[in-house]
């Protein structure tokens, strides 16, 4: 027995506002999780095309868990086929700029202090953290995300921040 229109995401209204609800979040989620180099925004179009096309086989209220899997496993996937890519192919880095070497190799060494910083934080802590400080998205906000409590997503956030006090100097 097929489900009620109301229920069904193979409805034109039903998918729409589940897009309207959905997509800058999972946009975001991905962003935070693994950077815009993997263009996040092609991830989350393919999520709702897999949506669409098995429409009939997912519920209205398992909609949103879906479109998270199978995002975060199409970027894994292309995580996975990049280090393949990059193994066989030299990318050099050449271009010019008006800045004095001085300064573009401490912005460069800064950059790279933020970088390891952030990747020596939990997914967990970055997560939260990016969404905060980044997005400025509420601590209500977050915990509604990603189904935790307002308390967790404190403990994640302070210990993020404690953790780049440590390994960033300055902060």
Same mark, same amino acid.
């Given at each position: 027995?097929?489900?009620?229109?109301?229920?069904?995401?193979?409805?034109?209204?039903? #998918?729409?506002?589940?897009?309207? &609800?959905?997509?800058?979040?999972?946009?975001?989620?991905?962003? @935070?999780?693994?950077?815009?180099?993997?263009?996040?925004?092609? &991830?989350?179009?393919?999520?709702?095309? &897999?949506?669409?096309?098995?429409?009939?086989?997912?519920?209205?209220?398992?909609?949103?868990?879906?479109? #998270?899997?199978?995002?975060?496993?199409?970027?894994?996937?292309?995580?996975?086929?990049?280090?393949?890519?990059?193994?066989?192919? &030299?990318?050099?880095?050449?271009?010019?700029?008006?800045?004095?070497?001085?300064?573009?190799?401490?912005?460069?060494? @800064?950059?790279?202090?933020?970088?390891?910083?952030?990747?020596?934080?939990?997914?967990?802590?970055?997560?939260? #953290?990016?969404?905060?400080?980044?997005?400025?998205?509420? #601590?209500?906000?977050?915990?509604?995300?990603?189904?935790?409590?307002?308390?967790?997503?404190?403990?994640?956030? @302070?210990?993020?921040?404690?953790?780049?006090?440590?390994?960033?100097?300055?902060?």
């Amino acid at each position: 027995m097929s489900q009620p229109i109301q229920d069904n995401i193979c409805e034109d209204q039903l #998918f729409g506002r589940l897009y309207k &609800k959905h997509a800058k979040n999972l946009h975001d989620f991905l962003y @935070y999780k693994f950077g815009e180099h993997l263009n996040p925004q092609d &991830k989350v179009q393919e999520a709702f095309i &897999k949506l669409w096309q098995n429409c009939g086989k997912v519920s209205p209220d398992k909609a949103k868990s879906y479109l #998270f899997t199978t995002a975060n496993n199409l970027m894994l996937n292309a995580l996975a086929h990049q280090k393949v890519v990059l193994k066989f192919q &030299k990318l050099p880095q050449k271009y010019a700029t008006n800045e004095s070497p001085e300064f573009i190799m401490q912005e460069n060494e @800064y950059k790279k202090k933020v970088q390891t910083a952030l990747a020596n934080l939990t997914e967990a802590q970055r997560i939260a #953290f990016l969404m905060n400080r980044v997005e400025g998205k509420r #601590f209500k906000e977050i915990a509604a995300l990603l189904d935790i409590s307002v308390k967790a997503v404190e403990k994640r956030i @302070y210990g993020a921040l404690k953790k780049l006090r440590q390994d960033i100097d300055g902060l």
